[in-house]
């Protein structure tokens, strides 16, 4: 059985990947927002060229940057996403990664939640939901409440990345909180995973060496031929 | 038809990637690297938790980290890949690549070309020609002599990233070039693909902005849903 990470284990798994394996953050985000394009063209193949385009909600850190390379991949693989990224913190990954998506022809949203949701929302086949990660804790800060309250009130299909944004990483939902369709955990899940009632709950983020795998009994379970995606239920 | 490009035109190609459109190396060479994977496996899928291990030769620039970047991603598909790096450069990315490979339990041989001809070389199913790439200009300086010619005498199986090496890389192959069986052309075919004799001829490196493909005329063919890569012959 997979192990479900606490918060602290999360931490600690990623400090040992960038520091103790080496690996760069932009190594890292790009399998990671990839898995996730992989995950939602498998599951949402009639977006493809398709008049719904997909509303992608990145926040300030690492999820945000997830959801940025996801963006990116989808628009190779065919799909038409859209982007929504209210607070952008002064760091120059995120900014080239922005840069790219820009310069492969992704439309980036004014930065207003009511245009959002008054800009026919209904236009949208799925929102991808990469505001807060695994090392999110409550409360929400205010400037991303109106963004929250909309994923938690609209009837389109949210794919969460790693982390229902909003949830406790260990808890799960809190009254009333959104309820994704789908859920891409990278690396492995998180306990707040346990509380995921949607329909699709994936693995992704295909790079934990068997060594760090050990180290911390994660018990991942095992992709299959190439496959950079496993569908956990 | 897919247009093959010169030596001026690929590294102007490069250039834009990374000037232009902002992408990082780490990036652009994770993604190349794990598209050789890729295609390794599913052309010699027997290789899988086999004796027959997989010889990874990097040379000293980008080539060799694709090298180290596909090694990574065998081991991680159930291979056993073992790497032979008679030059190193000294740029921290490299070092970090093979610093990964090392903490992925992947061998590093020792840095002798004898020792690697004497070392029952039959018991490799593949040797994966990561030595020389776009910018490669002719001669091959001495010391990668010995295992140029190693690769032009065996009967192992080659596949090449990008360029056979030692081979022009608009003209084709000198008198006694290697034989790759296999070539995985990054971004877009060169020139000197159109020599490739051998069984298996792929596309991999799916990054490619449509703006920059329009630019170059590249004309790529499409890639088939979520593939990373695309059998060209």
Redesign the interface.
Known sequence: MVKYLNQTESMNIDKDLFE?????V??LM??AG?SC??AI??TY?SLKNSVHKILICCGPGNNGGDGLVCARHLK??GYFPEIYYPKRTNNI?YE?LL??CI???IPLLKNDVEYIASKQLHQYGLIVDALFGFSFKPPVKDIFIPIIRLLENTIIPICSIDIPSGWNVEDGPPEGGIKPEMLVSLTAPKLCAKKFQGKYHYLGG??V???LEKTYNLNLPE?V??DLILLLN
Do not use: G, V
Request: glycine share 0%; aromatic share 16%.
């Open positions: 103790k394996y080496k690996f760069s932009d190594q790009e399998l990839q394009a992989i063209a498998r193949p190779q693989f990954l080239n840069h790219q310069e492969n022809d295909r790079f060496p068997k060594k992709y031929e190439t």
